[in-house]
């Protein structure tokens, strides 16, 4: 099959319809502009009924999170600040998840203005990794830096469709690598990769996958239009905009959604995020499982992202994490590297839970001792180039404990459970246990001497909260912990 049957046969309008409500998307221009200029002053006593709300972890409505939006008053934003703080410690406690991408291919039969992959930019070399340099990525991330998540990512094309997708899926998984004391390994993979038809869905399920991740890029149909080119796959806005409604029916049921801001109004595009959570819990029950937020960084020779029309600012950057965390309560929240570490560390307090670190995003880049991340290989500029060593010591420092868990996936925590658990405040419990256990794992196999010394008196401080906390589970915990400090891996309740 050529290039021109193989985009033919991609996108089935069939697979769409049986969603759109009387002809019309979830997603309504006018609907959403009404909400924003409705909600033009909030008062503030309409501002703190709105945070209570946000406290019981409940979804807000369109007309509430357009109220929160709007607030331009310095003693409001600073409550709305804390209790987005508060609401992530009440969900999910004070842990971290990290994770690393792992960039699969830059093949890409889609034109998009801002992005460094698009098909008419002839300043990237192609490349996309065999199944041996699949393995020998894997090796770097789990062996010697460390990482039991990753995100791999794939464009739209051929060279990169499901059946690679799958195989490379197994082919991570399969890797193992002797530690200092046990075995790395990755444990859960999230997979960042274009909208796929039902049958393609199942068997990425099938394949063992955790969140599947798709966004939207921009939820306002006029400028999707303009910056994604008609006649290309991407440039079909139901189609995408539909995906997670047939990941959630083909048995995905925790799906990524996100926007790149910079795009169109930032006001909007919460919006947006926050009204396609409504309808994924009205038609699922299960809303996003995470939401990301990403910036659009330069690229090369893509003019476009050099100078975006609508460039977010810093302080309208963390208002918007800080609206999200309110809103959209239950869900994870992804910073990534393409911001710099000063505004990473300034917005970990605002609600997020997980991120990226010993992050390249250039195609084989980790096992590339040089020129790890040369621009003509990689979608864009980073931002932060910590290592993951330096990022946890940072977390640690500042009271956070960095969570490599992926044991509620693999005892079927996930979807409506997760969500119910997540709600109630018990899905935290669990998550402690694990994150210190496998924080031990880590700090055991990974850590520099000055990462250990600083996380040491934090590990200490969360083992006394459990003991304190949970005491009727707290001898079953110590057992694992013992188990672990000599040598086991990968326990976990």
Known sequence: ??????????????????????????????????????????????????????????????????????????????????????VKKKVYDNRIVTFAPLYMGNYCVNDCKYCGFRCSNRG?????????????????????????????????????????????IKTVYKVKVKTKYGCGQIRRINVNAPPFAMDDLVKLHEAGIGTYQVFQETYHPSTYSSVHPAGTLKGNYPWRLYVMHR??????????????????????????????DRELEQCFGIGAHTVSFPRIDPAIETP????????????????????????????????????????????????????DASTRIGIGAYTREKDSDTADKQQFILGDMRSLDQVIREFADRGYITSFCTAGYRCSRTGKCIMELLRSGQEGKFCKLNAVLTFREWLNDFASEQTRAIAEPLINKEISEIREQQPGVYPSFMEYYKRIEKGERDLYF
């Not at 979830?26 to 924003?36: K, V, Y």
């Not at 807000?60 to 357009?66: I, N, Q, R, V, W």
């Not at 090796?139 to 094309?157: D, N, P, Q, S």
């Not at 992202?305 to 992804?334: C, Q, Y």
């Open 1 to 86: 099959m050529n290039i021109k049957e193989w985009k033919e046969a991609r996108i089935k309008n069939e697979e769409i319809g049986k969603f759109i409500t009387g002809g019309k998307y979830f997603i309504n221009p006018e609907e959403i502009n009404g909400h924003l200029a409705a909600e033009k002053i909030p008062s503030r006593d309409r501002v703190r009924e709105i945070l209570q709300k946000s406290l019981s972890v409940e979804t807000l409505t369109m007309e509430e999170t357009a109220c929160l939006l709007n607030v331009e008053d310095r003693e409001i934003l600073e409550e709305m600040k804390e209790t987005a703080a508060e």
């Open 124 to 168: 990237v070399v192609r490349k996309v990794l065999s199944l041996e340099e699949v393995a020998k990525e894997t090796e770097v991330l789990a062996g010697k830096i460390g990482h039991k998540r990753l995100i791999t990512v794939y464009g739209e094309h051929p060279a990169n469709d499901i059946d690679y997708i799958i195989d490379t």
């Open 247 to 276: 990941a959630m029916e083909a048995g995905i049921d925790d799906v990524g959604m996100g926007v790149l801001f910079g795009l169109y109004d930032w006001k909007f595009e919460v919006m947006g995020l926050v009204a396609h």
């Open 304 to 355: 476009y992202s050099d100078n975006p029309p609508f460039r977010v600012s810093d302080e309208d950057f963390k208002k918007l994490i800080t609206v999200i965390r309110l809103a959209i309560p239950h869900t994870g929240m992804i910073i990534t590297a393409r911001e710099t570490a000063a505004i990473r560390n300034e917005s970990l307090s605002l609600g997020i839970t997980q991120t």
